[in-house]
């Protein structure tokens, strides 16, 4: 039942959301620029808003209760994925917006257009646990 409630998270339907394009190229520019964090560029992507379950523990702040899932890495500036790699981001640090999705630590810059959904905090971390690749 844990896999098939990752696979429907991580499917490529749910609300229709506008990612990164030409008209987004100064505002990317300006964030990674600012920002110096690694930058990785990807489509096919989910975005994922986390059900939280009645006494869950709050996030942290800045941390946000959103994660990004990506069918393909197109590049990543560190190397530390691949092109053709899925990925799944940590939590959000600041609100989706102009094609990036900011984490702690990277920089996501979603190509296209992708999807919004929720899911329940247990099967998002469920598939946190699972190594890549294994989806």
Not at 15 to 22: N, Q, T
Not at 33 to 58: F, T
Not at 108 to 132: C, I, M
């Amino acid at each position: 039942m844990e896999l098939l409630a990752i696979v429907e998270m991580i499917e490529l339907e749910g609300d229709p959301v506008p990612g990164a394009g030409p008209q987004n190229a100064d505002d990317i520019e300006a964030k990674v620029n600012v920002s110096g964090k690694p930058w990785c560029v990807v489509s096919g992507w989910v975005l994922i808003d986390i059900e939280s379950s009645v006494g869950a523990e709050s996030l942290p702040k800045p941390m946000l209760p959103i994660v990004m899932y990506a069918h393909c890495v197109h590049s990543h500036s560190s190397g530390s994925l691949r092109a053709g790699d899925t990925v799944l981001s940590g939590y959000a640090t600041s609100a989706y917006r102009s094609g990036i999705f900011e984490t702690a630590d990277t920089l996501y810059l979603l190509l296209g257009n992708g999807f919004r959904k929720s899911a329940e905090a247990k099967t998002v971390r469920a598939a946190q646990l699972r190594p890549p690749g294994l989806w």
